[in-house]
């Protein structure tokens, strides 16, 4: 089992920077692959970025590439999402999930946070 805590959303300026981190219980963490989606109202969960075991392997959505870096720290149990340049249309939930295959669909996925809001201003 594993639980996780999203944080560091909030209200943003368009131009501006984020980073939001996600905590995660258990002693399994490093060997989850994790990931970050985000939902905007009425639309789909879409992936956003993805990081292997040991943190050497990254991919993300053509959406956000350049601008957004996620990372994490398996001593602490914490994933991260460095947000730049944000835009208007990167305003939605932002949730980030633990699986154990590298994949962009949700569905491979297998725990989830409850989710951190984070709204881009224009």
């Known amino acids: 089992q594993v639980q996780l805590v999203e944080s560091g959303g909030g209200l943003v300026q368009a131009g501006g920077s984020l980073r939001l981190s996600c905590a995660a219980s258990?002693?399994?963490?490093?060997?989850?692959?994790m990931g970050w989606f985000r939902q905007a109202p009425g639309k789909e969960r879409e992936f956003v970025a993805r990081?292997?075991?040991?943190?050497?392997?990254?991919y993300y959505a053509d959406s956000v590439k350049g601008r957004f870096t996620i990372s994490r720290d398996n001593a602490k149990n914490e994933v991260f999402l460095q947000m730049n340049s944000l835009k208007p249309e990167d305003t939605a939930v932002y949730y980030c999930?633990?699986?154990?295959?590298?994949?962009?669909?949700?569905?491979?996925?297998?725990?989830w946070g409850q989710g951190t809001q984070v709204t881009v201003s224009s």
């Open positions: 999930a633990a699986g154990r295959a590298g994949s962009s669909s949700h569905s491979a996925y297998d725990y």
């Open positions: 258990g002693r399994t963490f490093s060997s989850y692959i």
């Open positions: 990081i292997s075991w040991g943190g050497g392997i990254t």
